[in-house]
């Protein structure tokens, strides 16, 4: 079985600190992708790294930044979060078949 | 226009019942379709996967595409409590890393 892990269930911030989320998979996949999942908007694409240390932003980029030192881990950073920043983040890897399969998520709350 | 449409809901049905839950898509592009099923407070876990036109069934879960509409649908037998969650579909171009997903249908299966 794939399985993707996120290092927080659930974060609580300060406005103007510095975050990092962590995911890690153990398949061996070569994408990983960030999403933030907020009510009516659905998934959106915030940075993908198609392999070590190489990344892609996606739809909405801005506010973050993304780390991939290893092959099985991709970190997101907020680099001085704001309160439009509290949602529920997603982090997912994808096999060579195109199907992708999500972490458990991490629901942040920033104040 | 999103580019991939799904009705809210939420969708009440009775256990045993059978359920229909569609997405609507515009890129003429997308090869892939996912049915992914979300629990509450939970990351999305994938359901269903199938390649251009035509039915996949596994199970109690149905997948089926009609490009020519361009109209997906997943149906559900013999529902159970267990069932109620939000779906998401989600439509994908060969070659691309971008998941294009709907905001998700939202199923209560009442016992």
């Known amino acids: 079985d794939v399985k993707v892990t996120q290092s927080s269930r659930y974060l609580v911030k300060r406005t103007g600190e510095k975050v990092f989320l962590e995911c890690v998979q153990d398949?061996?996949?070569?994408?990983m992708f960030w999403y933030r999942q907020d009510p009516g908007l659905g998934l959106r694409l915030i940075y993908f790294s198609y392999d070590v240390k190489m990344k892609e932003k996606g739809d909405i980029p801005e506010g973050y930044s993304v780390s991939r030192e290893k092959k099985e881990r991709f970190s997101l950073i907020l680099e001085s979060a704001s309160t439009n920043q509290t949602s529920m983040y997603l982090c997912?890897?994808?096999?060579?078949?195109?199907?992708?399969?999500f972490g458990p998520g991490t629901r942040l709350l920033v104040l | 226009q999103k580019e991939v449409e799904q009705d809210p809901g939420p969708l009440s049905v009775p256990e045993g019942a059978i359920v229909s839950l569609n997405c609507t898509y515009s890129?003429?592009?997308?090869?892939?379709f996912m049915w992914y099923r979300q629990y509450s407070r939970k990351g999305p876990e994938l359901l269903m996967y199938t390649y251009s036109s035509g039915n996949k069934e596994d199970g109690r879960f149905t997948a089926q595409v009609d490009k020519s509409s361009k109209y997906i649908s997943l149906f559900i037998r013999d529902s159970q409590p267990s069932d109620s969650a939000t779906y998401l579909c989600a439509g994908v171009t060969s070659g691309t890393y971008k998941y294009i997903f709907g905001t998700g249908t939202r199923l209560k299966v009442l016992a």
């Open positions: 398949m061996d996949h070569e994408n």
């Open positions: 997912a890897s994808r096999t060579g078949t195109e199907t992708q399969y």
């Open positions: 890129n003429s592009a997308f090869q892939y």
